[in-house]
T-cell receptor, first 115, second 112 residues
Framework: GENVEQHPSTLSVQEGDSAVIKCTYSDSASNYFPWYKQELGKRPQLIIDIRSNVGEKKDQRIAVTLNKTAKHFSLHITETQPEDSAVYFCAAPPGGGSTLGRLYFGRGTQLTVWP | DAGVTQSPTHLIKTRGQQVTLRCSPKSGHDTVSWYQQALGQGPQFIFQYYEEEERQRGNFPDRFSGHQFPNYSSELNVNALLLGDSALYLC???????????FGPGTRLTVL
């Protein structure tokens, strides 16, 4: 994406381990940070999102943390399962009301969970 | 509750031809954004339609155009196709131009 950096590009973990994917953004006015999961040949699926007035959000085995000062946010998956294997994308909007609904995406992280 | 739908699923065209892709937003949504996803890349914003007007545009040439209908469905048109236009074209819908967007299954366009 134009101003969203994502790493690592690939991540392999053993089933049951945790996985962490990190993204940085450049526009300090960005206020919404979603994560999408895309399985091979399927649509990107929104799995969790966080707004800039919150530091952390959890949904079962997944969580997102946001550090506004450092301008980075991370996806945490605990107790990974083989079905978590997919490409994960982070995204962020540019700041400013004129850009409502526009998202810049990272280049993606291929997560592989080995049984 | 119907999700975002797109048609066709796949399309093969030759250079120079024109193509039209279609999208119906999630029930209750009024905003459609189009993205291009090249192989191995994240989606790239093409443009957004709200209240039947193009509201924002990404860094794409004028060969890319669109339309939104009164029922909120949308079309993406690409003229004078180039080999580099081969990609997965995704539409995403949201409510009132909100950032929370839900994607359709995409149209895989191959230009030969």
């Amino acid at each position: 994406g134009e101003n969203v950096e994502q790493h690592p590009s690939t991540l392999s973990v053993q089933e049951g381990d945790s996985a962490v994917i990190k993204c940085t953004y450049s526009d300090s006015a960005s206020n919404y940070f979603p994560w999408y999961k895309q399985e091979l040949g399927k649509r990107p699926q929104l799995i969790i999102d966080i707004r800039s007035n919150v530091g952390e959000k959890k949904d079962q085995r997944i969580a997102v943390t946001l550090n506004k000062t450092a301008k980075h946010f991370s996806l945490h998956i605990t107790e990974t399962q083989p079905e978590d294997s997919a490409v994960y994308f982070c995204a962020a909007p540019p700041g400013g009301g004129s850009t409502l609904g526009r998202l810049y995406f990272g280049r993606g992280t291929q997560l592989t969970v080995w049984p | 509750d119907a999700g975002v739908t797109q048609s066709p699923t796949h399309l093969i065209k030759t250079r120079g031809q024109q193509v039209t892709l279609r999208c119906s937003p999630k029930s209750g949504h009024d905003t459609v954004s189009w993205y291009q996803q090249a192989l191995g890349q994240g989606p790239q914003f093409i443009f957004q339609y709200y209240e039947e007007e193009e509201r924002q545009r990404g860094n794409f040439p004028d060969r890319f155009s669109g339309h939104q209908f009164p029922n909120y469905s949308s079309e993406l048109n690409v003229n004078a196709l180039l080999l580099g236009d081969s990609a997965l074209y995704l539409c995403a819908s949201s409510l009132n131009r909100g950032h929370t967007q839900y994607f359709g299954p995409g149209t895989r366009l191959t230009v030969l």
